[in-house]
T-cell receptor, first 114, second 115 residues
């Protein structure tokens, strides 16, 4: 299957600071990338969908000014959590989708806000 | 109408057993049904997927059965092994989403295979 990487895999930050998470498709061009959030023992919750060169589309209830998404190229998308608070602590996962329906997920980023 | 309902929430089987996980959907516009496997602290990995024009698909020890009229699909794991212990998610997607196939996930099933 296709490979998606995320960086960093784990990050700890202080409350009020911003954190950027990178998502890269390594061996395919991801025309669409998705960002998910997952709490322990729960399913994946879609936060936003982004197409290369376009503004991201956010799911209902997701603050677009807090979770900034950039999809500058067909292989890179970034999620910036601005002014992070402890309640933003979670497991963030991205996925890439190429020409077909298949979505390939990254390994996830564990964010802890202290 | 956008929900995908998955059951059971958790499942324990002995090594060699055949765990079965079921999913049901309501929206008939869905036309792509993947299953993902997730280990703790890792991202989901695509296991197998099916489209509604076939009733069954096998890949190795994993089989999807699809019942279009009942709007249900299930995952069977043949000869299960302790290494299959993970959380399994079903999902659905379709052309109704103009953003390239947004996935609707089920709630997940935590599978434990005892040696």
């Amino acid at each position: 299957g296709a490979v998606v990487s995320q960086h960093p895999s784990w990050v700890i930050c202080k409350s009020g600071t911003s954190v950027k998470i990178e998502c890269r498709s390594l061996d395919f061009q991801a025309t669409t990338m998705f960002w998910y959030r997952q709490f322990p023992k729960q399913s994946l919750m879609l936060m936003a969908t982004s197409n290369e060169g376009s503004k991201a589309t956010y799911e209902q209830g997701v603050e677009k000014d807090k979770f900034l998404i950039n999809h500058a190229s067909l292989t890179l998308s970034t999620l910036t959590v601005t002014s992070a608070h402890p309640e933003d602590s979670s497991f963030y996962i991205c996925s890439g989708q190429g020409a077909s329906y298949e979505q390939y997920f990254g390994p996830g980023t564990r964010l802890t806000v202290t | 109408q956008q929900q995908v309902k998955q059951s059971p929430q958790s499942l324990i089987v002995q090594k060699g057993g055949i765990p079965i996980i079921n999913c049901a959907y309501e929206n008939t516009a869905f036309d792509y049904f993947p299953w993902y496997q997730q280990f703790p602290g890792k991202g989901p990995a695509l296991l197998i997927a099916i489209r509604p024009d076939v009733s069954e698909k096998k890949e190795g020890r994993f089989t999807i059965s699809f019942n279009k009229s009942a709007k249900q699909f299930s995952l069977h794991i043949m000869d299960s092994q302790p290494g299959d212990s993970a959380t399994y998610f079903c999902a659905a997607s379709g052309k109704i989403y103009n953003q390239g196939g947004k996935l609707i996930f089920g709630q997940g099933t935590e599978l434990s295979v005892k040696p």
